[in-house]
């Protein structure tokens, strides 16, 4: 066990140590209508342009013609339906807010789920919070408080375009914590109904008792110390972190939301499973064990 736990640590190091190696290779964001260019020259061509900040190349990578245009079909095919803001609601169907999870966007988490809430008659809307600059494609990486900043102005948005009394949120991994700080704390409970999410993070992670091993070898600190720049967010993920704290302390729901929490038994990135379950005793609060609806699961 210590042998296995050690490894794991060297593990965390290594990752910890080439992070910033992973920004700086970061790919560069693809404007629409963008073709094929060497960095030098995009680098030239946008140098006067006032958002030339925002598509700086961070390594030496370039695209060519044929990935462009594989990029920009992919994103038609994930996102297809999803923010339309003409849609109208039909009957019964509240518009949906779908919420990704850390190191995704809006449009990869959800390329299976959004076209198909979308045919089934639903209102599809989907936002890309929590950037950092210099960053591209990856997100869920600011402060949570600020993401749930982000999302109750995205609801607001939705609300207004759709004249909708209130919305669903549907989550993933962060995106069943963040909107939580939003339902708490920024108002959100008057105005979602309901808010339902699957591989769920409700009071942290051990990271298979990862995190507290390397608290107990004085690791943990100057590995987080590495990490922060890149990812704000991660440190608020562990078991016992002052965000969960906070966000736990005097019940872990909102009344007037349901909530239906979706939790795998073989999670390896939330451990104990059990953490990704709410616990107030809530008539409107349902945990579920994925393995309960169907035992193959993974």
Avoid at 72 to 84: E, F, L, P, T
Avoid at 118 to 133: D, E, M, Q, R
Avoid at 163 to 168: H, N, Q, S, T
């Amino acid at each position: 066990m210590l042998f296995s736990k050690t490894i794991s640590a060297a593990v965390a190091i290594a990752l910890a140590t080439i992070a910033t190696s992973f920004v700086e290779a970061s790919p560069v964001r693809i404007p629409e209508g963008l073709v094929a260019r060497s960095v030098e020259s995009a680098v030239a061509a946008d140098a006067s342009s006032p958002d030339a900040a925002a598509f700086s190349p961070l390594s030496e990578r370039t695209w060519t013609a044929e990935e462009i245009e594989e990029h920009h079909q992919w994103v038609k095919r994930s996102s297809s339906g999803i923010n339309d803001w003409s849609c109208v609601p039909s009957a019964g169907k509240r518009p949906i807010v779908l919420v990704h999870g850390l190191i995704a966007n809006k449009d990869d988490n959800w390329i299976y789920m959004g076209p198909r809430l979308k045919a089934a008659g639903y209102c599809v809307y989907s936002l890309t919070y929590g950037t950092l600059p210099g960053i591209y494609l990856i997100a869920g990486l600011d402060k949570m408080e600020n993401g749930a900043a982000q999302l109750s102005t995205f609801v607001d948005k939705v609300l207004a375009a759709t004249k909708a009394p209130k919305v669903d949120l549907v989550g993933h991994s962060q995106g069943s914590l963040m909107p939580r700080y939003y339902l708490k704390f920024l108002g959100g409970a008057a105005k979602v109904n309901k808010f339902s999410a699957f591989g769920t993070i409700a009071y942290g992670t051990t990271l298979d008792g990862i995190a507290p091993f390397l608290i107990s070898l004085g690791l943990y600190d100057p590995i987080k110390k590495i990490l922060y720049p890149v990812s704000l967010s991660c440190s608020q993920f562990p078991q016992g972190s002052n965000f969960l704290n906070n966000l736990n302390a005097g019940g872990d729901t909102v009344p007037g939301v349901q909530y239906q929490f979706i939790a795998s038994k073989f999670d390896e990135i939330v451990t104990p499973y059990t953490n990704g379950f709410l616990r107030d005793n809530n008539p409107a609060l349902q945990n579920i064990v994925l393995q309960d609806i169907c035992s193959l699961d993974v």
